[in-house]
C-alpha cells in the first residue's frame, strides 16, 4: 500500500519561530488534507490540497504531486500551536471506494 | 451548522465483550468513514459507508462492523473484543466518497 513519511517527528519551537512541516508520499494520490490534532484527540482540519498553495492566516500549505510531497508552514509559531500535524493522503481503493491514508505525524511543541 | 459528534466520549470494557459507537454526521453529509487510532499512531482505515452500504475497508477483521441508517448517522460494532482494541476511534463525515472530510471529537475505548 502507499507509504506516508512525516518529518521531523517532533519539533520544538521558541513562541514566534517559523517551521516547515514535510510529507512525502510513495504513490499518486487523489487528494490530500493536512490536520492538527488538539491534546484532547480532535482533528481539526487545516488545508484540503491536492495541488499548488493555500494560505490561512499564519498558516499555509504546498503540495507538489508530480513530486510527491506536501509542506506546511507555520510562522510566527503560538503556543496554542501546539499538537500533532498529520498529513493524509486520499487514494481509491476500488468500486467507488476512496480512503485517507495517514502519517505518524509531527509533533509540535512551541514554548513561551 | 452542527459538526460531527460522537457518542460516548469514553468507554470501559472487558475482553470478550461486545461496543457499539455512534456517529452523527454533518447536515448534508451522506458518507461516513471510520479510523481507529492507537497512541502514538496516525489515524487507520477501518471502512466508509455511502448511502447506508459499506464502501471499502481497511485491514480489520470481520469483528468489525458497521451500519449507516437512512439520517446518515453511523454505528460501529466491535465483536469479542481484545486488549488490542483498546484505541481512539474517530468517525468523519464528507459530501461523497471522495471529498473534504470532517472529524467528529472521537471516542476513546479501553479494554481490560
Known amino acids: ?112 | 451548522e452542527t459538526g460531527v459528534t460522537q457518542s460516548p466520549t469514553h468507554l470501559i470494557k472487558t475482553r470478550g465483550q461486545q461496543v457499539t459507537l455512534r456517529c452523527s454526521s454533518q447536515s448534508g453529509h451522506n458518507t461516513v468513514s471510520w479510523y481507529q487510532q492507537a497512541l502514538g499512531q496516525g489515524p487507520q482505515f477501518i471502512f466508509q459507508y455511502y448511502r447506508e452500504e459499506e464502501n471499502g475497508r481497511g485491514n480489520f477483521p470481520p469483528r468489525f462492523s458497521g451500519l449507516q441508517f437512512p439520517n446518515y448517522s453511523s454505528e460501529l460494532n466491535v465483536n469479542a473484543l481484545e486488549l488490542d482494541d483498546s484505541a481512539l476511534y474517530l468517525c468523519a463525515s464528507s459530501l461523497s466518497t471522495t471529498s473534504e472530510q470532517y472529524f467528529g471529537p472521537g471516542t476513546r475505548l479501553t479494554v481490560t
Open chain 1, 1 to 112: 500500500g502507499i507509504q506516508v513519511e512525516q518529518s521531523p517527528p517532533d519539533l520544538i519551537l521558541q513562541e514566534g519561530a517559523n517551521s516547515t512541516l514535510r510529507c512525502n508520499f510513495s504513490d499518486s494520490v487523489n487528494n490530500l488534507q493536512w490536520f492538527h490534532q488538539n491534546p484532547w484527540g480532535q482533528l481539526i482540519n487545516l488545508f484540503y490540497i491536492p495541488s499548488g498553495t493555500k494560505q490561512n492566516g499564519r498558516l499555509s500549505a504546498t503540495t507538489v504531486a508530480t513530486e510527491r510531497y506536501s509542506l506546511l508552514y507555520i510562522s510566527s509559531s503560538q503556543t496554542t500551536d501546539s499538537g500533532v500535524y498529520f498529513c493524509a493522503v486520499e487514494i481509491y481503493s476500488g468500486a467507488g471506494s476512496y480512503q485517507l491514508t495517514f502519517g505518524k505525524g509531527t509533533k509540535l511543541s512551541v514554548i513561551p
